[in-house]
Each structure stands twice: as C-alpha cells, then as structure tokens.
C-alpha cells in the first residue's frame, strides 16, 4: 500500500539557519507533489507544487526538490524566521486527489 | 485563490447523534473535497463532492456514515452520522483550482464525540 513518510521527529532551529525536511513515499507515482503549511487550528496553505518532470523550484525563501529515482522530496526554508515555525506537509498527487503525509513541526527559535 | 469557511468551527456531541457540517466557497468551483484530521496524523480524503452527481467515496468511508450533498456550485455538506468517539477528529473541506491543482482549505470543523 501507498507510505508517505516526513521527518518524524519535529525540527528545532535557530533563526537564519537553514531548515530541511524529508518527504519519502514507496508504491506510488505521484504526477505532482506539493507543499503546504499548517498552523494550529488552522486549515493547511498551498506553498509549491513541483511536477514528476521536475527537479527542482523555488519560491522566495523556499526551495523544493524532487527525485522520482529515489521518491524524495527536500523541502528547504533558507533565512528561517520566527514566522516560519508550523507544520509543514507534504502531498502527493494524481489527477485531483492528494495523498498527505503527517507533517513535520518546525521551530524556528530567534 | 479562493477563500473557505465552515460551520461549525467546533462542536462537542454525543455518541449516537449526528453533526452536520458545512463549507462555503466564495466562488464556483466544480469539485469539493471532504478530509479528516486525526490528532498528530495526516489529512485522510473522505470523499470528492461534484455538483449535481453522487459523491464518490475513498477506501474505508461509506455514504451511510458520512452522507455528503452538493446542491449548488459553491456550497457543500458533510454529515458525520451516528457518531462514536473514534469520530473525533478535525473535518475539512478543500477546492482545487484545476489550472495549479493548488487546493485551498477551510478552517476546519473540530469534532469531539463523548
């Protein structure tokens, strides 16, 4: 059956360091896989979408990577701020439908 | 982008009872879905709600327990019937912008069944 495995453990940073999270997945072909962030007792906003044909986007202070070889995402925050700190997950998609893994919380301390 | 909301936002019911859950979407969208939150865990798709057609339901949830109407273009319903503590979660509706597959999330109704 379809895993999608994050960072299980919750990320602790210090300000304007460089934060890296993991997005492992086994038995699927995701067409697309996106990133969204999640802050408590909030829905979960759309950050980037980057496509199985892709191996690489970046979006301001965020970067995301993609190997299908290996089926891994890298999610980057570069410049981490305090503002950064929620939970960050990741989904991967065929048509409409996502499939999410459990998130990664990340702090960012000032 | 498209802006979300959901009624309730919480509630707290008892097992047996049924809850109704609402999401209203500021624009015409094709389709709506269903997800629920478990505490620590991933977001799991219920189901996907097109207007005018039955709801199509995902591996391991039915229509009799999570009933599901779509009477217009920006509007949805979810029921969570007959409910017993293991319902407890947090329910949110998304809708997905077809160009991107960005999808846009409500804020999420927290469901606690005692």
């Known amino acids: 059956s379809q895993k999608i495995e994050q960072n299980s453990e919750a990320l602790n940073i210090q300000e304007g360091k460089t934060a890296t999270l993991t997005c492992n997945y086994t038995?699927?072909?995701?067409?697309?896989l996106q990133w969204y962030r999640q802050d408590p007792g909030r829905g979960p906003v759309f950050l980037l979408l980057?496509?199985?044909?892709?191996k690489e986007k970046r979006k301001e202070r965020l970067k995301v990577t993609f190997d299908t070889t290996l089926k891994q995402s890298l999610f980057h925050i570069t410049a981490s701020q305090p503002a950064d700190s929620a939970t960050y997950l990741c989904?991967?998609?065929?048509?409409?439908?996502?499939?999410f893994g459990a998130g990664t919380t990340v702090t960012v301390r000032a | 982008s498209a802006v979300i909301s959901q009624k309730p936002s919480r509630d707290i019911c008892q097992r047996g009872t049924s809850l109704t859950i609402q999401c209203q979407v500021d624009?015409?969208?094709?389709?709506m879905f269903w997800y629920r939150q478990q505490p620590g865990q991933s977001l799991t798709l219920i189901a996907t709600?097109?207007?005018?057609?039955?709801?199509?339901?995902e591996s391991g949830f039915v229509i009799d327990k999570f009933p599901i109407s779509r009477p217009n273009l920006t509007f949805s319903t979810l029921t969570v019937s007959n409910m017993s503590p293991e319902d407890s979660s947090i329910y949110l509706c998304?809708?997905?912008?077809?160009?991107?597959?960005?999808?846009?999330f409500g804020p999420g109704t927290r469901l606690t069944v005692t």
């Open positions: 709600a097109n207007q005018g057609s039955e709801a199509t339901y």
């Open positions: 998304s809708v997905e912008d077809p160009s991107s597959y960005e999808q846009y």
């Open positions: 989904a991967l998609g065929n048509d409409y439908k996502l499939s």
């Open positions: 624009s015409q969208v094709t389709m």
């Open positions: 038995n699927y072909s995701p067409a697309y």
């Open positions: 980057i496509r199985e044909n892709e």
